[in-house]
């Protein structure tokens, strides 16, 4: 069963099995499912994630697939974000840990994903857990855990360009 496939081997010599990649999504573990969202090239279909999309891994886990399009946003994986949007995966489902795809991916400082999703019309007045909007959430990242992208964010989420 699709469930008990792995992964390639990762760089820590273990693989992962379809379980264990959605608790870590539901669990919000973003930089522990690096290696399983990379891409090469621009090619997303060349990514882990992707591959157990089109094996239809995720029929029976949406929450887990909201989950994926978020954690693709947190990491900057524009391909994969945009693969998983051309599918119809909702951006604002992906909210586990309070705050959506749009919101992690100003947090984070990933442009080009907050272009991505602004681009598709994902509401920026969605409010996160701690009750700030996309720019609020871009505003306070910029202060406490900069990124060099903040600035361009912050401008793009500034109602003066919406």
């Given at each position: 069963p699709v469930a008990e496939r792995k992964f390639p081997a990762m760089s820590t010599g273990e693989g992962w099995t379809f379980d264990a990649v959605v608790r870590g999504l539901l669990h919000g573990d973003c930089i522990a499912l690096t290696r399983v969202f990379e891409t090469i090239g621009s090619d997303p279909r060349r990514s882990a994630i992707v591959q157990w999309v089109?094996?239809?891994a995720f029929a029976s886990e949406p929450v887990?697939?909201?989950e994926a399009l978020t954690t693709a946003c947190w990491l900057g994986e524009v391909e994969v974000a945009r693969y998983l949007l051309d599918l119809g995966v909702d951006p604002l489902a992906g909210n586990g840990t309070g705050m959506n795809a749009l919101h992690w991916a100003a947090n984070?400082?990933?442009l080009a994903v907050v272009e991505l999703?602004?681009?598709r019309g994902?509401?920026?007045?969605?409010?996160?857990r701690y009750g700030g909007t996309v720019l609020d959430t871009a505003i306070w990242s910029a202060e406490h855990e900069p990124k060099p992208d903040h600035a361009r964010i912050i401008a793009a989420l500034s109602p003066s360009q919406r």
């Open positions: 089109e094996a239809g887990a697939l909201a984070r400082g990933q999703l602004l681009s994902v509401s920026t007045h969605v409010r996160s």
